[in-house]
């Protein structure tokens, strides 16, 4: 199962979890995913995904704290 509708997971839960994993930026993004199991309900490319929703607001607006 992977993420394709944008109410099943809103940008603050993905913010959420990035901050969690340690992650900051795109690159570190896709490292941790290629070391470690993206869970189902996680973006493969937060970027994409939210930007069609016109949430996107960059990497450190997604990592900062709120």
Request: proline share 5%; glycine share 4%; charged share 25%.
């Amino acid at each position: 199962m992977s993420v394709t509708q944008h109410d099943h997971v809103s940008i603050e839960m993905i913010s959420t979890y990035a901050r969690w994993c340690g992650i900051h930026n795109k690159e570190q993004w896709r490292e941790y995913h290629q070391q470690n199991s993206r869970p189902s309900w996680v973006p493969d490319d937060p970027e994409s995904f939210f930007s069609q929703f016109g949430e996107w607001q960059g990497w450190d607006k997604l990592t900062s704290e709120h």
